[in-house]
T-cell receptor
Framework: SQTIHQWPATLVQPVGSPLSLECTVE??????LYWYRQAAGRGLQLLFY??????ISSEVPQNLSASRPQDRQFILSSKKLLLSDSGFYLC???????????FGEGSRLTVL | GENVEQHPSTLSVQEGDSAVIKCTYS??????FPWYKQELGKGPQLIID?????GEKKDQRIAVTLNKTAKHFSLHITETQPEDSAVYFC???????????????FGDGTTLTVKP
């Protein structure tokens, strides 16, 4: 079965510092991969998705970027964090021709 | 685009009672409706899903019903237990051969508390 590993689980960073959240997938090849942000008490907001290596689509304009250097690796980055970047970030993966979506455990980012 | 509304936002039930969470959607092209359970500090996990060619699906204590005409679907949990306490999310997406399930539209979630 498909498993998503995401790290770090928690991160406290100063404003203006860089960010790198990493996500890796096991148990499937060529998955669609997604980065979401989840605000407290709200649903998931899709930030980026990727259908293959080097292919990134952005859903909302923001201070973040994403990259997919390998088939099963998806990275969320920022060059300079803002206070508003604080939140709970989830990596998700799905298989083509199947609706099921798998999630990592999430990364809680606090920008001070 | 799709709009999904989920009610109630919070639900508290006594252990052993049933819990019902409802979602409505707006896009008639949506034909895949998953439900996710998210425990505190963790990622969501799929618990049950239903496709538009089915009106009801059941898995032990969990069932989902779909009314395509009215564009609403519901999650039913019977004989609730304290470990059912979590946030539950519904979602809707137009599933197809090249489906992009992660682009589903999610509801805002329901916090279910089961009191022992």
């Amino acid at each position: 079965s498909q498993t998503i590993h995401q790290w770090p689980a928690t991160l406290v960073q100063p404003v203006g510092s860089p960010l790198s959240l990493e996500c890796t997938v096991e148990g499937t090849s060529n998955p669609n991969l997604y980065w979401y942000r989840q605000a407290a008490g709200r649903g998931l907001q899709l930030l980026f998705y990727s259908v293959g290596i080097g292919q990134i689509s952005s859903e909302v304009p923001q201070n973040l970027s994403a990259s997919r250097p390998q088939d099963r690796q998806f990275i969320l980055s920022s060059k300079k964090l803002l206070l508003s970047d604080s939140g709970f970030y989830l990596c998700g993966g799905g298989r083509i021709q199947a609706g099921e979506l798998f999630f990592g455990e999430g990364s809680r980012l606090t920008v001070l | 685009g799709e709009n999904v509304e989920q009610h109630p936002s919070t639900l508290s039930v006594q252990e052993g009672d049933s819990a019902v969470i409802k979602c409505t959607y707006s896009d008639s092209a949506s034909n895949y409706f998953p439900w996710y359970k998210q425990e505190l500090g963790k990622g969501p996990q799929l618990i049950i899903d239903i496709r538009s060619n089915v009106g009801e699906k059941k898995d032990q204590r969990i069932a989902v019903t779909l009314n395509k005409t009215a564009k609403h679907f519901s999650l039913h949990i019977t004989e609730t237990q304290p470990e059912d306490s979590a946030v539950y999310f519904c979602a809707a997406s137009p599933e197809g051969m090249w489906t992009n399930a992660g682009k589903s539209t999610f509801g805002d979630g329901t916090t279910l508390t089961v009191k022992p």
